[in-house]
């Protein structure tokens, strides 16, 4: 009962390792957090063009604001 | 991490944005909803899942960037990921990967420039509606379209080749040809190679010097860590412009706009052709004339087609290239624009003409590319001629079958010439084949169109009604068809001289072939002969023998008349005069024909000679012709009696006049009669001198000569027909002249009544003078025998009868007088009308030719005057 969950854990471990691996390797800058939620959205099907856009306007989005923080902060 | 569970995917979107902004949930709101929106707005992905393609974009990217030892790693890490078998979704997940990911070689800037090839490059959608990223139609994927893929990728695979040039602005000189990607090519449908997604990062330079700077320094990625793409304007499948490209933050200038939009021209216009053509190349009912239309459009297209893929061709160079290309011969947007000046050009003319041809096929087709052909630019005037030598091609195919062979194939219904098939072979000539006015094309007059229907009904009148199988080959020597577009093209360039003399041509041979054969094998001209000779009184002859015998036939009542009798004196005239002569296709067809019986009718009133007419002939003297022939027969054959009727009354009046001079109290009476005879013989006379030689005789010389020079069967017919109208109105047949035919008629009637009242005069004058000399003689009989000569009664009883006869003489005379009158009374009338009518003059010039008439009737004198006045001054 628990051998072929626990296989199944196991697998999904592995393939996650590997996409992570995959992900470093493409830097892409996605930690195991992020990438594990990631691949439950596309898992669930939704777009993967309209979810890297909005990864991207999101990381956009926090930098800029970075920015503007350490602008401030520094003047 | 645990076992993916199943949260619900605004839960984990709005972990990711907690995550990736490092901001707790409540700060996050704006993306969160942002996030949304876009997620839920392209829900499905505009390009097709190919996890294999994927992976290959992954390796090529570690390639380029130096790392092929990571290549190899990728490559075992995608296979074990394969046989692991865990996810569902692995093309997702990979394309998610290889859209984040980073060239490590770039500068800290956090621009994903390799984001945005990627992004573009899969963003190109393969079908029509293609590119957006962010302006998501869900019914606009591929999998809509799953019949049309071939052609919606090709007319995609245009549009997106050209109108989805992304423009970016990139960093500098540099780098960057990384963002150059292109797309799915090898996923192509066969030829769809063309322009297939097109991802460019153009070096935007506006001088040849290199793309040293980009033109706004904001355009810079280095300013600004924007993930923004200029999106491009898109064009959906119908042509319109749909969706405004949202220009991201980096403001793109406007002259990349500007030239971007001028290259998007191009793809709108190839839709709007491509467009035609596909809607009308499957349309069966469009006629051999549209679809070489379509296939003229469709070559065009391809020919833009091979440009565009030299142009991908050349991306594609450049793309391998990789970093080192030099700018000098890089593709650039304004290459690009001078590249496709001329296609574009051509492309307008080609959309032009396609929205003038709308609606239009067959002939009206063919005058619509003519039309545009007039023009003073050379090059579009080139590219019309040559359409237009395509187009016209299938109607000079027709029009060459139809005057060589006669033979008329059109489906369709677009060639100008139009058959009706419910017309059989008697009015083949005239009523089978019509000229179908909207479908002559513009550069074939109506005269030549005119001719070339002449020519084929010929040929087919010849087929079917002469029976005359001579292969056309034999009519016209050199026939010949145009088997290639080639020669209709060059038809065009000598349209006045080569094509007019070709009809020309076929026109003469055919039309004299045709009159040989009528005249020959069927004595056309002969029958017309005949038709004057014996329908129209011409054989004098025989008219009169024919008169004299069946004077006592005819003087029964028509319903004791028995058609073969007649049909026996008939006989016996033909073989007693010239017109025994006549050759027996001729003599076979005179016949006797009897009118309808009206009660009352003497034979005179039904009897009729008949021509009979079958075959090709038929189609000169139609049953209308015949009807007309047989109406001015009787006509002339009444005035005809008329004139024999008063011989006789002239003849009785010689012949008695002697006899009668020993009865001196009949002078005045026959008196009388002479002078109205006289009257009477004059008036006849002159009727039928005119009707001879005025109308007969001068209408059949110009039908003669008319027909001799005839060139074709139609010249015969028409000349034909003008004979007999105006035979027919000048015999006062016609419906203007029914008062004065019926005037006429009663002139006839007069003449009738006067030859029964002389015959009654002389019969009793006769008998009277019969008895005399019998009493005469019986006096000197007796005297000779010694007896007195007449005792007393039988002289008183002589004087007796004497006296009554004296006495019935002045019966005779008022009778006459009231003839006289009303036989002057009428022609006065007949006169008076006869001034009315301006074609008439000859008649009553002739009739009234000493005015004797006008002194009698004062109402004749003044238009009488008039017109004496005129005469005078022109003698």
Redesign the interface.
């Known amino acids: 009962m628990a051998s072929p969950a626990n296989a ?2 196991n ?6 390792d ?2 992570l ?3 470093r ?10 990438l ?30 970075k920015a503007s923080e350490n602008g401030t902060s520094q003047g | ?1 645990a ?3 199943q ?1 619900s ?1 605004n839960v ?2 709005q ?3 907690c ?5 707790s949930e409540a700060d996050v709101a704006h ?1 969160f909803q ?2 949304v929106r ?2 839920g ?7 097709e899942r190919d996890e294999f393609l994927v992976s290959e974009k ?1 390796k090529k ?2 390639l380029k960037q130096r ?1 092929e030892a ?1 290549a190899a ?2 490559s075992e ?2 296979r ?2 394969q046989t ?6 692995r ?14 070689r770039k500068p800290s800037n ?1 621009v ?1 420039v390799c ?1 945005y090839g990627a ?1 573009l490059a ?2 190109l959608p393969r079908d029509v509606h293609s590119t957006p ?2 302006y998501a139609r869900p019914q606009s994927l591929p999998l809509s379209y799953p019949e049309r893929s071939a052609t919606a990728h090709n007319s995609s695979i245009a549009t997106s080749g050209i109108s989805s040039m992304g423009v970016f602005s990139i960093n500098g000189p540099g780098p960057t040809p990384p963002s150059l990607l292109t797309g799915p090519g090898p996923q192509a449908v066969g030829e769809s190679m063309r322009g297939s997604r097109l991802a460019w990062t153009l070096p935007i330079s506006s001088s040849p010097s290199g793309a040293t700077a980009a033109p706004r320094p904001t355009c810079g990625p280095s300013s ?4 923004k793409l200029p999106q491009r304007q898109r064009r959906d499948g119908d042509g319109s412009v749909t969706g405004a490209w949202e220009f991201y933050a980096v403001p793109l200038c406007k002259s990349l706009r500007d030239t971007s939009s001028r290259l998007a021209e191009l793809g709108w216009l190839h839709n709007k052709i491509r467009k035609y053509t596909d809607s009308h190349s499957l349309d069966r009912a469009f006629g051999l004339v549209g679809q070489s239309f379509c296939a003229a459009l469709h070559q065009e297209l391809k020919e833009y087609y091979r440009l565009l893929s030299v142009l991908h061709a050349q991306l594609q160079v450049e793309d391998d290239q990789g970093v080192n290309m030099s700018v000098d011969s890089s593709l650039t947007l304004r290459r690009l624009l001078v590249w496709t000046y001329d296609p574009k050009v051509r492309l307008k003319t080609l959309a032009a003409l396609v929205d003038y041809c709308q609606g239009r096929k067959g002939g009206e087709l063919a005058s619509a590319v003519h039309a545009y052909g007039k023009t003073g630019d050379p090059h579009m005037r080139a590219l019309i001629q040559h359409i237009l030598g395509l187009v016209s091609h299938p109607i000079l195919n027709f029009l060459y079958r139809w005057i060589y062979d006669g033979e008329l194939e059109d489906t369709y219904h677009e060639f100008f010439v139009a058959s009706d098939p419910t017309v059989k072979t008697d009015r083949l000539w005239h009523d089978k084949y019509s000229l179908r006015k909207s479908m002559i094309p513009s550069f074939i007059t109506m005269d030549q169109a005119r001719k070339v229907l002449l020519i084929g009904k010929s040929i087919n009148f010849l087929h079917q009604v002469c029976h005359d199988r001579t292969p056309p080959g034999k009519i016209m020597p050199a026939s010949k068809s145009t088997d290639s577009p080639k020669d209709a093209t060059e038809l065009f360039t000598d349209l006045e001289g080569a094509f007019q003399s070709k009809i020309d041509a076929a026109y003469f041979e055919t039309s004299k072939y045709l009159l040989d054969v009528l005249n020959k094998n069927y004595q056309l001209l002969e029958h017309l002969q005949a038709m004057r000779r014996y329908l129209l009184l011409g054989q004098g002859d025989f008219i009169r023998h024919l008169m004299d015998l069946l004077k006592p036939e005819l003087v029964r009542a028509a319903t004791t008349l028995y058609q073969h009798n007649l049909t026996g004196i008939l006989e016996t005239a033909v073989r007693a005069t010239n017109a025994q002569f006549d050759s027996p296709e001729i003599l076979k067809r005179l016949d006797v024909r009897l009118l309808e019986v009206s009660p009352g009718d003497t034979g005179w009133d039904v009897f009729s000679l008949d021509y009979h007419v079958e075959g090709p002939i038929a189609t000169v003297f139609t049953r209308e012709c015949m009807s007309h022939y047989l109406r001015v027969f009787n006509f002339l054959w009444r005035a005809k009696r008329m004139e024999y009727i008063l011989t006789d009354i002239w003849k009785g009046q010689m012949c008695n006049a002697k006899l009668l001079k020993s009865m001196p109290e009949l002078s005045g009476v026959l008196h009388q009669c002479h002078v109205l005879a006289s009257e009477m013989v004059h008036f006849i006379h002159q009727m039928q001198y005119y009707i001879t030689f005025e109308v007969l005789e001068c209408s059949w010389d110009e039908l003669w000569n008319k027909v001799q020079q005839a060139q074709d069967l139609d010249h015969i017919i028409a000349a034909h027909d003008v004979f007999l109208d105006s035979i027919i109105s000048r015999c006062l047949l016609d419906v203007n002249n029914r008062s004065l035919l019926n005037q006429l008629r009663a002139v006839f009637d007069q003449i009738i009544e006067f030859q029964n009242a002389q015959d009654t005069l002389y019969r009793s004058a006769l008998e009277e003078l019969q008895l005399r000399i019998q009493f005469e003689d019986k006096k000197r009989q007796r005297e000779e025998m010694g007896e007195w000569g007449v005792t007393a009664e039988q002289e008183a009883e002589e004087n007796r009868r004497v006296q009554e006869f004296k006495d019935t003489i002045p019966k005779m005379c008022s009778q006459l007088r009231l003839l006289t009158h009303f036989y002057q009374g009428i022609v006065q009338e007949f006169l008076r009308l006869l001034m009315t009518d301006e074609s008439l003059q000859f008649l009553s010039f002739r009739l009234d030719f000493n005015e004797h008439y006008k002194a009698r009737d004062p109402r004749l004198r003044p238009s009488l005057g008039a017109t004496r006045g005129r005469r005078s001054s022109n003698i």
């Open positions: 199944n854990m697998a999904v471990r592995e393939t996650m590997v996409l691996e995959i992900s390797l493409l830097n892409t800058g996605l930690d195991m957090e992020s594990s939620i990631c691949v439950r959205l596309c898992e669930q099907g939704i777009n993967p063009e309209a979810l890297s856009s909005v990864i991207k306007e999101l990381r956009r989005a926090s930098d800029s604001l | 991490m076992a993916l569970d949260k995917p984990l979107l972990n990711l944005c995550k990736i902004t490092g901001k993306q942002y996030a876009v997620i707005s392209n829900y499905a992905p505009t390009i992954i990217e570690l790392r990571d790693l990728f890490l995608h074990k990921l692991q078998g865990v996810l569902k979704h093309w997702s997940i990979l394309y998610l990967l290889l859209s984040l990911c980073e060239d490590p956090r994903p984001s992004l899969q963003a990223f962010y600004s860590p924007a993930s």
